[in-house]
């Protein structure tokens, strides 16, 4: 077995000795570089091999798949150890899945379109503008309560849609994680700006990405002492720094 | 009472007792069995889930009203444009030969390509080639993408229904003096139509649900929403609220169509 | 000048020539009935003259003018021929009297009420009275016939095409046919029959015109066909029938 | 040559010539004036962009593959069960009404229930039940689903093309002795087929492309491999590469059956 | 006993009663024709004794066994009788001689090869030879109506019920038909005949059965219903017809 002998994981992952990560199909940067996790570029894979190498699991035996989301909450046997895929903690989502421990804390973020970027950064402001999200994000309850907007909000399947409707005018704003909205701001929507973000810490229910194993899985207990771990000897805030970037540029929304 | 009377009765008596009795059958099978499987618990907490469908039910209605208006003026144009596509590739006359191109190139091209790319390419693209608000309202453009795709499949059905009508029909039409035009409307077309009703019925209701498709580009309909909270609760029983929606809609109109063309037929002979 | 005359007219299926140059003259009020054997032609020839089969060669003229012309349009001219098919064609989703009003409605553009009354003499004339509502499937052949009859002569042509038209008809609704017939005639109509029932054309016909191997092979009035027939063909058709 | 196929002939010569002018014109206008538009460089890169095809397009060729498997197994049984489906619907006799009233109950229920739950329901629920691999295979349980779904359409268009047969046509072959079942097959089956043809080619062009639906449970097939790299390109090209492989399936599979329609009606008559 | 007899057959469409009970007998061997108005039920009648329409009431008995007992199966019993509708009902995507085959083949099991020599030969008595592989829409009328002929016949039923099976034929023909049923006759084939052609029943019947409102009115042999009607209908009726 690859496991140090006696290891907690040892005997609970899916295949003997292998521990085996989902992400998405595609996986996004900054989460993943290049849709290859394997290489453990990016913010997600770094932490997958950090975890595996927390639980003394070598890197070779960690085992990449691609997962949807409805693949990971159905309700019979899964084909991966963990899933990572921005899945943010809700109290809803554990009753059906176990989440770990968060492993980021993401802010959200509002991306405006090309014809929006004077709009201030507040509250009064951005409610009047048309709204998009991503439909399987905790973005859109988080859109519904916080900003209440003026006009039925438009709801995607991902973001290269939201992109291609904020290109098409069909809407000024929309609402992602930071990271998220930074990369499209940078990268993919010529002329968008992020105009502001939500504080993390001041929502009464912050945006938490967490793993999301089985109901009832063994493992919940060994990854979640992996990520304390990490956290206590402050490798998950270097990874953090390596992979995220920099984001007290952005104003809060008040 | 005549002996044929009297079994004619008993007949259709213990034709009642068997459908009642199988039926039955088969429903206490399934309410009885299924949750012996091991996994039914955790099945019915993901997809039969009370809470769930609860706390989902009024904002899928909700939603549902997006599907029915979009519906409501995408039917009749597709029907109109689908018997126009069927009569252009119905022409006779050889003059009309281009306008029989367009139609089998309409069909071909229509059919074809997958509505998911239909839905972005005009929903997507055509508003980004600069219009302005509110005319690049995907609302418009994704109704045109579907108008056009289900045209296609419907103008296919209304041929096979134009084809299935005997020739001599349009000859005896045309003997009385009537133009092309008048005995497609009132001879072939009226034979047709009832010969596809069903095949029509199908492409309804089958729109009814890819109304659905024009949520890739924003709109929030009934299966956008149930995708929400799908998400949101990890849990598959929105779609099971959506589908009972669905149900409730579909079924009793098609019941009904089948009672009126049964009652057609047994008034006509 | 003929009211309908044919000139040369060829009409093939394929590699069987059907019609193979068919002149024939039918003059304005004449009944002229046309023999002959079963596939020898008659209702392929009806049809043509009716334009619903293009023709291969040779001239169709309606009061001198030249109907068959390629590209003239054609539903003028039909409406101003009737045409009775052999095996009816009634339309099975209207009512008998709804079959009978569809031309005069859309061709004459008149409502309903304009010539309900015309058609119910029709169909009253024709023993039909109490068959109006009833649709087709729901008719016996014979008053299929007739109802096919009443529709031809609702749009009221000038020329009638019959394609055996007392084949499903009791000897007592021929005779009452044949008696419509001359009454139409004594209008005026000019009637082409194709018919098998000898008897029918010798009583009714001007003229009678045996039909075979695609040819009008001889023609006269019934006395000299029938009494008198000078082709072998002929001769030997009519034969069995005497 | 008679004056007939002299204007025939110039009949066929001109309408060639309108339909090719008319044809190019309508294209040389697209490919004029839509460049005009103040977006099209926009959508032409998000849609039509050479570099993202020719990378996409071998990895959604292989793609397809999955979705030809799919459809292979998948087309033949959704005919035999749609067939069989029509042929309990139209049981005549009333010792038979249960099982006109199953055939009535399947093709309301699977296809006013949205496919995607169909999907769902038997390609997560089923296996979640607790089946072992490979039983619990996303392709089985997928495939069934689809098979399901699409079935109750099929069967809706079978009995119309059973309808539309004169039933005259059932008495005369009843009349010669043959029973039921002969009746069906040798008589009513192969004119209500051929009536419905083209109806039955949109349900094969419609089920190539649901084919896709099952990615929503697993299989990676040509639309999701689209889908993946929009997401990943957040570019729309693969999906025009995706409509490219599919209308090259389609249109000759058309064509070709309108082929064959054509010609066996010019046999017949 | 009779080979076919029916007893107080009643058969109604929906209010209008069309067999009001008929008794009728036909004797192995004999050929008996069916007289009667457009309209009068024959051809409902043949339907039903062939158990295409249930009836509301009395028995049809088949060689002494009730045939119309409600529950029974229809099929062998169907395959004994033959019949030829009036409006032919050729199945119209199948040539002609597949037509003709279909029956030999699925209810006798009979290959292709077996019953082709025997079903050219009935083409040939029919002078069809040469339009076996055509499709009944190539057809003319008469033609359809002698395929039809052929393809009852080619089932070898014990009994045959034909529905006016000479209106689309030139006299000609109808004379070569006529010649045909008498030799069935002298095989032994029990025949029943709906038929306008009053010179065709007073040639070849048996039995001459008036039909009139749903009942047998009047029947005897040909010589005395022609020559010498006793029911005031009956002289009514043929009147026109001499
Ligand atoms: N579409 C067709 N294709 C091939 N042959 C055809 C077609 N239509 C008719 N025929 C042939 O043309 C010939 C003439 O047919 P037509 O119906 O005109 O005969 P008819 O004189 O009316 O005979 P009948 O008295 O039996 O009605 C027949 O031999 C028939 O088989
Ligand atoms: N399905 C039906 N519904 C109502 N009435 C019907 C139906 N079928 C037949 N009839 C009526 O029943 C009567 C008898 O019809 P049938 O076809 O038996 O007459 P027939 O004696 O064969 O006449 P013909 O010599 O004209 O063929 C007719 O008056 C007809 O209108
Ligand atoms: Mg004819
Ligand atoms: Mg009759």
């Given at each position: 077995?690859?496991?140090?002998?006696?290891?907690?994981?040892?005997?609970?992952?899916?295949?003997?000795?292998?521990?085996?990560?989902?992400?998405?199909?595609?996986?996004?940067?900054?989460?993943?570089?290049?849709?290859?996790?394997?290489?453990?570029?990016?913010?997600?894979?770094?932490?997958?091999?950090?975890?595996?190498?927390?639980?003394?699991?070598?890197?070779?035996?960690?085992?990449?798949?691609?997962?949807?989301?409805?693949?990971?909450?159905?309700?019979?046997?899964?084909?991966?150890?963990?899933?990572?895929?921005?899945?943010?903690?809700?109290?809803?989502?554990?009753?059906?899945?176990?989440?770990?421990?968060?492993?980021?804390?993401?802010?959200?973020?509002?991306?405006?379109?090309?014809?929006?970027?004077?709009?201030?950064?507040?509250?009064?402001?951005?409610?009047?503008?048309?709204?998009?999200?991503?439909?399987?994000?905790?973005?859109?309850?988080?859109?519904?309560?916080?900003?209440?907007?003026?006009?039925?909000?438009?709801?995607?399947?991902?973001?290269?849609?939201?992109?291609?409707?904020?290109?098409?005018?069909?809407?000024?704003?929309?609402?992602?994680?930071?990271?998220?909205?930074?990369?499209?701001?940078?990268?993919?929507?010529?002329?968008?700006?992020?105009?502001?973000?939500?504080?993390?810490?001041?929502?009464?229910?912050?945006?938490?990405?967490?793993?999301?194993?089985?109901?009832?899985?063994?493992?919940?207990?060994?990854?979640?002492?992996?990520?304390?771990?990490?956290?206590?000897?402050?490798?998950?805030?270097?990874?953090?720094?390596?992979?995220?970037?920099?984001?007290?540029?952005?104003?809060?929304?008040? | 009472?005549?002996?044929?009377?009297?079994?004619?009765?008993?007949?259709?008596?213990?034709?009642?007792?068997?459908?009642?009795?199988?039926?039955?059958?088969?429903?206490?099978?399934?309410?009885?069995?299924?949750?012996?499987?091991?996994?039914?618990?955790?099945?019915?907490?993901?997809?039969?889930?009370?809470?769930?469908?609860?706390?989902?039910?009024?904002?899928?209605?909700?939603?549902?009203?997006?599907?029915?208006?979009?519906?409501?003026?995408?039917?009749?144009?597709?029907?109109?444009?689908?018997?126009?596509?069927?009569?252009?590739?119905?022409?006779?006359?050889?003059?009309?030969?281009?306008?029989?191109?367009?139609?089998?190139?309409?069909?071909?091209?229509?059919?074809?390509?997958?509505?998911?790319?239909?839905?972005?390419?005009?929903?997507?693209?055509?508003?980004?080639?600069?219009?302005?608000?509110?005319?690049?309202?995907?609302?418009?453009?994704?109704?045109?993408?579907?108008?056009?795709?289900?045209?296609?499949?419907?103008?296919?059905?209304?041929?096979?229904?134009?084809?299935?009508?005997?020739?001599?029909?349009?000859?005896?039409?045309?003997?009385?003096?009537?133009?092309?035009?008048?005995?497609?409307?009132?001879?072939?077309?009226?034979?047709?139509?009832?010969?596809?009703?069903?095949?029509?019925?199908?492409?309804?209701?089958?729109?009814?649900?890819?109304?659905?498709?024009?949520?890739?580009?924003?709109?929030?309909?009934?299966?956008?929403?149930?995708?929400?909270?799908?998400?949101?609760?990890?849990?598959?029983?929105?779609?099971?609220?959506?589908?009972?929606?669905?149900?409730?809609?579909?079924?009793?109109?098609?019941?009904?169509?089948?009672?009126?063309?049964?009652?057609?037929?047994?008034?006509?002979? | 000048?003929?009211?309908?005359?044919?000139?040369?007219?060829?009409?093939?299926?394929?590699?069987?020539?059907?019609?193979?140059?068919?002149?024939?003259?039918?003059?304005?009020?004449?009944?002229?009935?046309?023999?002959?054997?079963?596939?020898?032609?008659?209702?392929?020839?009806?049809?043509?003259?009716?334009?619903?089969?293009?023709?291969?060669?040779?001239?169709?003229?309606?009061?001198?003018?030249?109907?068959?012309?390629?590209?003239?349009?054609?539903?003028?001219?039909?409406?101003?021929?009737?045409?009775?098919?052999?095996?009816?064609?009634?339309?099975?989703?209207?009512?008998?009297?709804?079959?009978?009003?569809?031309?005069?409605?859309?061709?004459?553009?008149?409502?309903?009420?304009?010539?309900?009354?015309?058609?119910?003499?029709?169909?009253?004339?024709?023993?039909?009275?109490?068959?109006?509502?009833?649709?087709?499937?729901?008719?016996?052949?014979?008053?299929?016939?007739?109802?096919?009859?009443?529709?031809?002569?609702?749009?009221?042509?000038?020329?009638?095409?019959?394609?055996?038209?007392?084949?499903?008809?009791?000897?007592?609704?021929?005779?009452e046919v044949l008696d419509v017939l001359l009454a139409l005639k004594a209008e005026g109509m000019t009637m082409l029959l194709a018919t098998h029932e000898m008897g029918f054309a010798r009583e009714a016909a001007d003229k009678v015109c045996f039909l075979k191997d695609g040819n009008v092979i001889e023609e006269g009035p019934p006395s000299q066909?029938?009494?008198?027939?000078?082709?072998?063909?002929?001769?030997?058709?009519?034969?069995?029938?005497?």
């Open positions: 077995s690859a496991f140090a002998a006696g290891h907690c994981a040892a005997g609970k992952t899916l295949t003997d000795g292998k521990f085996t990560v989902a992400t998405g199909n595609p996986a996004y940067y900054p989460w993943v570089l290049d849709d290859a996790p394997e290489s453990g570029q990016g913010f997600e894979a770094a932490v997958a091999y950090a975890v595996a190498e927390e639980m003394g699991i070598a890197a070779a035996d960690v085992v990449w798949v691609r997962s949807s989301f409805d693949e990971a909450i159905q309700p019979g046997a899964k084909n991966f150890d963990v899933n990572m895929q921005q899945y943010s903690i809700t109290a809803e989502r554990d009753q059906v899945v176990d989440f770990s421990a968060p492993y980021y804390t993401a802010p959200m973020a509002v991306l405006v379109g090309p014809g929006a970027v004077d709009t201030a950064p507040t509250m009064a402001a951005i409610k009047d503008l048309k709204w998009g999200a991503v439909g399987t994000t905790t973005a859109v309850p988080k859109l519904y309560s916080v900003i209440q907007p003026g006009s039925d909000p438009l709801l995607y399947g991902d973001t290269a849609d939201v992109s291609a409707a904020i290109s098409a005018n069909q809407i000024d704003a929309a609402l992602f994680d930071l990271p998220t909205a930074l990369f499209l701001s940078a990268v993919m929507i010529e002329g968008s700006k992020v105009i502001g973000q939500f504080s993390a810490d001041s929502s009464e229910n912050p945006d938490q990405f967490g793993m999301l194993m089985e109901e009832g899985s063994v493992l919940k207990a060994c990854i979640d002492d992996a990520l304390a771990a990490l956290t206590e000897s402050g490798a998950l805030a270097a990874i953090e720094a390596q992979w995220l970037q920099d984001s007290t540029g952005v104003p809060l929304i008040k | 009472m005549t002996r044929r009377e009297k079994y004619d009765a008993a007949q259709r008596r213990r034709s009642l007792v068997i459908a009642a009795s199988s039926t039955a059958l088969v429903i206490l099978a399934l309410i009885i069995l299924v949750p012996m499987a091991p996994g039914w618990e955790k099945v019915q907490s993901s997809f039969f889930n009370r809470a769930v469908l609860a706390k989902s039910f009024p904002k899928l209605l909700d939603a549902f009203l997006v599907n029915v208006m979009i519906f409501a003026w995408s039917a009749p144009l597709i029907g109109l444009l689908g018997l126009l596509i069927a009569l252009a590739r119905d022409a006779k006359s050889p003059a009309l030969f281009p306008l029989r191109l367009f139609g089998a190139a309409f069909t071909d091209i229509f059919r074809g390509v997958p509505v998911i790319l239909t839905v972005y390419l005009i929903g997507f693209g055509i508003p980004g080639l600069g219009l302005p608000r509110p005319w690049n309202s995907p609302y418009i453009w994704g109704s045109l993408a579907l108008i056009l795709t289900y045209s296609a499949y419907v103008a296919e059905i209304f041929r096979s229904g134009i084809d299935s009508v005997h020739h001599s029909q349009r000859a005896a039409a045309l003997s009385l003096g009537l133009s092309e035009r008048q005995v497609m409307r009132d001879v072939v077309l009226p034979q047709a139509v009832r010969n596809v009703v069903p095949s029509q019925m199908n492409m309804l209701i089958a729109l009814q649900k890819d109304v659905s498709l024009l949520s890739f580009i924003g709109p929030v309909e009934i299966f956008r929403q149930a995708g929400v909270f799908k998400s949101l609760l990890a849990n598959f029983t929105p779609y099971v609220g959506a589908a009972l929606i669905f149900l409730a809609v579909t079924i009793p109109a098609t019941r009904y169509a089948d009672y009126l063309m049964a009652k057609q037929k047994r008034e006509r002979r | 000048m003929a009211k309908l005359a044919l000139r040369g007219v060829v009409k093939r299926f394929g590699e069987a020539t059907v019609c193979d140059g068919i002149d024939l003259d039918v003059d304005a009020g004449q009944m002229v009935c046309l023999i002959g054997a079963s596939g020898a032609g008659k209702s392929t020839l009806l049809r043509c003259i009716n334009l619903l089969e293009p023709i291969e060669d040779g001239e169709i003229f309606l009061d001198g003018e030249d109907i068959s012309v390629p590209g003239l349009d054609p539903h003028p001219v039909r409406a101003r021929i009737g045409m009775v098919f052999q095996n009816f064609n009634l339309f099975p989703h209207m009512t008998a009297i709804e079959n009978a009003m569809l031309a005069p409605r859309r061709v004459h553009s008149k409502t309903r009420v304009d010539v309900r009354g015309e058609i119910e003499s029709l169909f009253t004339r024709f023993g039909l009275a109490d068959r109006m509502q009833n649709y087709p499937d729901q008719l016996s052949g014979g008053q299929q016939q007739r109802v096919a009859i009443v529709r031809a002569l609702a749009m009221r042509p000038d020329v009638m095409l019959f394609d055996e038209i007392t084949s499903a008809l009791d000897p007592q609704l021929v005779g066909i029938f009494d008198a027939p000078q082709h072998p063909e002929t001769q030997r058709f009519l034969a069995r029938s005497k």
